[in-house]
């Protein structure tokens, strides 16, 4: 118990350069992860003032040979990946459920269900693995 009180009582003072370097090892990570940047949310163009209870957002991802087009609406994913070969298709929250598919051959999917909060989709084909920018639903 004494260690333990004498460790509290230290300066909770984090060194400089600590911060850097543990926000650089964090983003390490997942260095072996290609990213799909978002370049299209429907929330973020200039609509309607009013929106009704089953309209859609849109959003579009794409990064290296792999294009994704995802539509989200009333508890269900409707999307399209475009890219070289089979893949599959998962949408993950931050809490740790996942949903997964595996898209036809024209590369349309659908994913029943409901997620809120922080959420991606993760794209595995072949040897590589895909994921897009978390966003908040």
Do not use: C
Request: proline residues 4%.
């Amino acid at each position: 118990m004494d260690e333990l009180r004498d460790a509290l009582r230290q300066d909770p003072a984090v060194p400089v350069g600590w911060r850097e370097a543990a926000r650089g090892a964090f983003a390490w990570r997942t260095i072996d992860q290609e990213l799909l940047a978002l370049t299209y949310d429907s929330d973020t163009e200039a609509g309607p003032a009013v929106r009704g209870a089953s309209a859609a957002r849109v959003l579009e991802f794409t990064g290296g040979e792999l294009s994704l087009e995802v539509e989200l609406v009333n508890r269900q994913v409707m999307g399209r990946l475009t890219g070289p070969g089979a893949a599959e298709v998962a949408f993950e929250s931050a809490d740790g459920r996942l949903r997964s598919t595996t898209p036809d051959k024209s590369g349309f999917f659908t994913l029943d269900g409901e997620d809120h909060g922080l959420v991606r989709f993760s794209i595995e084909s072949g040897d590589s693995r895909y994921v897009t920018e978390w966003f908040v639903l």
